[in-house]
């Protein structure tokens, strides 16, 4: 069984190969729908983790707050994106929720996946920063309200700084996981890289070279957002914290 | 805003349809986790064994799977069974392969936490009394770890339930596919849609509360 790369040099309508490779003036070649598909997966990853980090967090702290009500609706939230499986969501906002509220029918597809594979890890989020502010001693809390400090300053300028660095590691998982769960988007046709890696191993009968090439691409986005989070990690380390480093 | 109307669904659409889907998704998940925690625990043995190639062998195992997507290694194992042994197996069964050695990387890491989690005084206890290596992991460390870990592989197989909807990329027919199956018949995707989403709910949250429950009674006895 030999490998033969060269199909990604073809065109993906005329079926020729191009000797650069790249589809300049005429038809796109497999390789420039790879690049592209793996910009719709970049994409779609670091817009969902920023829709999660944000609601993530709101929601983390709400679960930690004196209010019952505000606690509850934190963990409503948390057991809701929790208990459905990503890609049933995903058809949730994609069939569902266009028919019922019709005014969403002209956002683009793209953007409900963002939404709702950022809902999603917004869940798995909220569970590491509810985790992260509760391992904080209680006496930090007292003290910025004994300073006189409201409620959301105490979160803003004691408790978040804090908590946030100590969430540094499962927040990497989680964003490790992003790129992974965006490929779920293929069912709701994204052309994103498992989307790409289904038609053209289809298209050209070379599955394996294709499909080696989408996890090799899986494997990197992983990687590089790995090594951002340990550079952040060891940015904002507080010194005399453990893991501070040297 | 568009009306619902679940009147489609009555007791025969259920039967018909989702019944058999859910049965497959159980299957799946049943299998795939006695599966996985065997080969998991393997796996972990090998990564704690000391021996430089069966710990080489066994991280490159866990991390090569654990860094791919799921639906990517469902898609894999659907192209590469049928061109090693030559036919077919059909979806379900490259589905249920492929949930096996998959979950068995992410059981091993769960595996390995417990086996790390016994004290080494029981290890060495276990060698002062006369026991071989198998003994002891057999008598006295395996146990405790399994014990000690039971409500994280029980979570772990929360979110293999809800990753077996992924088969939905070879077409194996699961509980998602007979609510689809279901839609597409009655005319009706929308709301066989929204109440396969109920659906997911209640059985996977009912299950996290039992684990939950589970989790205060080992953790008082401990």
Redesign the interface.
Known sequence: MAFDFSVFCKETIGGEAVPSCLGRKGDPTYLDWLISAWGWTLSVAVLSLIVALVVGSLMGILRTTPSKWLVAIGECWTELFRNIPLLVQLFVWYHVLPAIFLSLRSVPSFLLVVFGLGFFTSARIAEQVKAGIQTLPKGQRYAGLAMGLTLPQTYRYVLMPMAFRIVIPPLTSESMNIIKNSSVAFAVSIAELTFFAQQAAEETSRGIEIYLAVSFLYFISAFAINRIALQIEHRVAVPGMVGAGK | ??N?DFGFLNWNLITNFIWKGLVFSVQLTLIAMIGGIIIGTLLALMRLSGKKWLVMAAAFYVNTLR??????VI??FF??IP?LIGRSLGAELSAIITFTVFEAAYYSEIMRAGIQSVSKGQVNAGYAVGMTYKQCMQLIVLPQAFRNMLPVLLTQTIILF??T??V??IGAYDL?KGFEVAGKNFNR??EA??F??VV??VI??SL?MLVRRLQKKIAIIR
């Open positions: 805003m568009t619902l860094s791919v997507p799921l639906v990517m898609l894999w192209l590469l061109l809800q990753d909807s992924l939905y990329a998602l995707p929308v849609y929204l396969a989403a997911y709910f996977c949250f996290s």
